[in-house]
């Protein structure tokens, strides 16, 4: 990293107009999703991709996230079965990403897919990122803008704290409105699903359009944020926690007040939307470790609890 900041710019006309030029031309841009912040740039040139993996440090099987504008544009890239087209239908634009096989011929670079026959597709809801894709013209492959296994940004100061110089540009659109990152599931040829990463989109959800998840898979990396250690404040984190050390910071929950709180009210939406906020938050602070209050396995808990799990190895 170098002493440069990167260039923040309002989401009007001047601004997306900018960062589209810069995507078309190779570049990286920090744009917000209704999700988290995600580091953009065009799917199908190997070197914007390449500059994507510098940026966040990424390991290179890690798969890569492509949001598209349309379905024409998702099934230029993917084989849309049924199931897909259904899932589509009743998610799309928003937070669920599928993971299919990839098309024929499909334009993307092979980094993208970290060499796996399939690709990781989702129609993101955010007006700016849609407003960013329809002046590109393409699609954009946008993990999130932070370092690899760092924690996921949810404004525009997350991702300049966490990448610096090395994404010249930034869109600020915000607070992300559901600060947690996309539902990912796998449709399988042989007709079943898996649930990949939990998100914002429950299980039960996906179920009551597909019928019931599959037994999860072999373990290995098929989608982003499968990793074991991720979405890491840089300190020790303890999880569930009722009590605290003079030496920890408590991020709380419900009754559980904390030095910040992911809800105070004990809503699980709002926990969401405030994690990433709060980890960062615990990060900055002087006390070397992290404690957490228990968040109910429930709903988008599971989600919370999953990202929490991972940050903690």
């Given at each position: 990293m170098t002493g440069k900041i990167p260039q923040i710019v309002a989401p009007d006309?001047?601004?997306?107009?900018?960062?589209?030029?810069?995507?078309?031309?190779?570049?990286?841009?920090?744009?917000?999703?209704?999700?988290?912040?995600?580091?953009?740039?065009?799917?199908?040139?190997?070197?914007?991709?390449a500059g994507i993996y510098r940026a966040k440090g990424r390991p290179d099987f890690n798969p890569l996230i492509v949001h598209v504008a349309s379905l024409e544009q998702a099934r230029a890239l993917a084989r849309m079965d049924a199931r897909a087209e259904k899932l589509a239908e009743q998610?799309?634009?928003?937070?669920?990403?599928?993971?299919?096989?990839?098309?024929?011929?499909?334009?993307?670079?092979?980094?993208?897919?970290?060499?796996?026959?399939?690709?990781?597709?989702?129609?993101?809801?955010?007006?700016?990122?849609?407003?960013?894709?329809?002046?590109?013209?393409?699609p954009l492959a946008a993990p999130s803008a932070n370092r690899s296994g760092a924690v996921s940004p949810t404004c525009a100061e997350h991702v300049a704290r966490s990448l610096g110089a090395a994404v010249p540009l930034i869109v600020d659109g915000g607070t992300c409105a559901k600060g947690l990152e996309s539902t990912i599931q796998a449709l399988r040829d042989d007709g079943s699903w898996n649930l990949l990463r939990p998100g914002p989109i429950a299980e039960s959800e996906l179920a009551a359009v597909l019928g019931p998840c599959a037994i999860p898979g072999d373990g290995g990396i098929e989608a982003p944020g499968q990793l074991a250690s991720h979405y890491a404040p840089g300190k020790p984190v303890r999880l569930d926690a009722t009590?605290?050390?003079?030496?920890?910071?408590v991020i709380g929950f419900g009754a559980i007040t904390g030095d910040v709180s992911l809800s105070p009210a004990g809503d699980l939406a709002e926990a969401a939307a405030q994690l990433y906020a709060c980890l960062h938050k615990a990060s900055a602070a002087r006390q070397p470790r992290i404690a957490v209050a228990p968040i109910p396995q429930t709903g988008i808990g599971v989600a919370i609890n999953d990202r929490l799990r991972r940050a903690a190895v």
């Open positions: 006309s001047a601004g997306l107009a900018r960062a589209a030029e810069m995507i078309r031309a190779g570049g990286l841009v920090a744009v917000p999703t209704e999700t988290v912040y995600g580091l953009a740039a065009r799917a199908d040139s190997a070197e914007a991709v998610f799309w634009p928003g937070p669920l990403t599928i993971v299919l096989p990839l098309a024929p011929g499909a334009a993307v670079a092979p980094a993208v897919t970290a060499g796996l026959p399939t690709i990781a597709v989702r129609m993101p809801a955010h007006p700016v990122m849609r407003s960013l894709l329809e002046l590109c013209g393409m009590d605290a050390a003079p030496d920890e910071f």
